[in-house]
């Protein structure tokens, strides 16, 4: 499965070879299919699946749009790992437990700078929400990709 989907990335690759490393194809990529699947997984939960505006999950309530959020995540999690450490950095020797963790932290950060930079950019400048999620989006992919590649999916030092 892996070899294929490498194999169907690379197959895309030659218009790109100028401008992008391979790697950095790979990930955007691998990392624009994972969105598609997260906005896809949001849509279908928000609209079909979630049918009243509370969700109520033990002593916890979510909004609807929250709850689609969390099944989204749910989905899109587990697969943007596994295209992360099987397909854009398949060099990486470090434990997968440790990969797992530092790709957990990272999300964890882009949820965060995505909810505070939205407040920031619509609710303190002014600006209309879909162009500031989408400026957010560039930020954050720019933020994630230079932290998965020198510290999440980085190899492990060697001493001569």
């Known amino acids: 499965m892996k070899g294929r989907i490498i ?22 990529v691998s990392g624009g299919s994972n969105a598609a699947l997260n906005l896809l997984v949001f849509f279908i939960s928000y609209n079909f699946i979630l049918d009243t505006a509370l969700i109520q999950i033990g002593p916890y309530t979510l ?5 689609a959020y969390v099944i989204a995540l749910c989905f899109s999690f587990p697969v943007g790992f596994m295209l992360n ?11 997968g437990r440790v990969q797992l963790f530092r790709y957990a932290a ?3 950060m882009s949820i965060y700078f995505d909810y505070a930079l939205l407040h920031l950019f619509v609710g303190y400048f002014g600006f209309w929400a879909t162009p500031s999620q989408a400026l957010i989006i ?22 001569p």
Not at 63 to 67: P, S, V
Not at 85 to 95: A, G, H, N, P
Not at 138 to 159: A, E, M, P
């Open 138 to 159: 560039v930020i954050l992919s720019l933020f994630s990709y230079f932290f998965q590649t020198y510290v999440t999916f980085t190899k492990k030092k060697r001493n």
């Open 7 to 28: 194999q169907f990335i690379d197959f895309f690759y030659p218009p790109f070879s100028r401008f992008i490393p391979l790697q950095t194809f790979r990930y955007a």
């Open 106 to 108: 990272v999300t964890g």
């Open 85 to 95: 450490k099987y397909v854009v950095f398949q060099e990486s020797d470090l434990e």
């Open 63 to 67: 909004t609807r749009y929250i709850g």
